[in-house]
């Protein structure tokens, strides 16, 4: 099972304020935003205060709630993370964070269909999530429904060129689309989605890595030494691009998404 993105969704005003509701008192809206700075910087005690602050404006502030969770999963307190969110799902349904963290818990428990319920529940509120579209395409793997995760990972890379995120998710998602096409035995179509995945990000040794290894089976060897190149100034400590560029093939090596 692949770990998905361990940084659970911090929640923000902007993304999670319910339309049905009138908005949360002023200084509740400050100290949810302080607190979402802190979380992201580590700083788990002084972020509680700011939530706690928060709710003793607006207790039905259902992104403070969220946070609580997140607070809560950092500090490994499992279950009391999960009421949290179930807490902020209580008051706004459509609290898409929730949704996610909620799908991420179910994952780690390994309950697949709980997750993937949950991932679907995030989508249906924010269409273009891109974390949750992503997480949602490695839980449909762990169930073993291979095409519609395909269908999850090409909706990922067409929704990441519209929406700013952390990462580059259209380039995990070529990515990925390579891997499994590797595992298809589609060698041609796995170089093609490493390469796109490669050329967004030059930063990512894992898609160097799969298109140095995709090539190697085309038997396009001079492409796969530059791949692994590429591959080792991304991520000096992958034995299987050192052993590709040394003439070694890694023939067990397997790309995953």
Known sequence: MRTPLRLLAIALFGLTACLHTPPPHKRAIES?????????????????????????????????????????????DVTVAKAAFEKALDLNPDQAQAHNNLGLLHRDARDFHGAR??????????????????????????????????????????????????????????????????????????AREFRQAAERDASFGKAHEGLGLSLLRLGRTAEARAAFTACLQAMPESAVCREGLSGDAPVAAQPTP
């Open 32 to 76: 949810s935003d302080r607190c979402a700075q802190l979380i992201a910087q580590g700083d788990l005690a002084q972020a509680e205060t700011h939530c706690d602050l928060g709710l003793e404006f607006a207790p039905d502030f259902a992104g403070l709630w969220v946070n609580k969770g997140l607070i809560h999963y950092r500090r490994g």
């Open 117 to 190: 319920e949950s991932f679907l529940a995030a989508l249906r509120v924010t269409p273009d999530y891109t974390e949750a579209r992503y997480n949602l395409a490695l839980t449909l793997l762990d169930l073993g429904e291979r095409e519609q995760a395909r269908k999850e990972y090409r909706t990922l890379v067409a929704v990441s060129g519209s929406r700013s995120a952390s990462r580059d998710f259209a380039a995990v998602g070529h990515h990925d689309l390579g891997a499994m096409a590797y595992a298809d035995g589609a060698f041609e179509d796995a």
